[in-house]
């Protein structure tokens, strides 16, 4: 695999392998790391005339992470749905 810089990032070429009944690429570590891509990682391939860009999808939050986001300003009132009717958990 070769790199070189190009406006805006940088440019690799790579080869093109069989996996399966599939073509593959790799992705060079330093560029994975700098994208923060990793083995599992979701990927968006977009096919735009004769070329392909493959964009990293944004990984789920964590529970704690969604939990930091809360604030006094965002947080609901708590909700009475009234008296408990069968085999609901209290």
Do not use: C
Request: hydrophobic fraction near 40%; charge should be negative.
């Amino acid at each position: 695999m070769k790199s070189k810089a190009s406006k805006g990032g940088i440019s690799v070429t790579t080869l093109v392998s069989k996996w399966g009944n599939s073509l593959a690429i790799r992705i060079p570590n330093h560029v994975a790391e700098m994208l923060s891509i990793e083995n599992g990682s979701e990927m968006e391939m977009v096919v735009e005339g004769q070329e392909i860009k493959l964009i990293p999808m944004k990984q789920r939050p964590t529970l704690e992470e969604l939990l930091a986001k809360v604030t006094p300003e965002n947080r609901h009132h708590e909700v009475d749905f009234g008296e408990a009717e069968g085999a609901e958990l209290l």
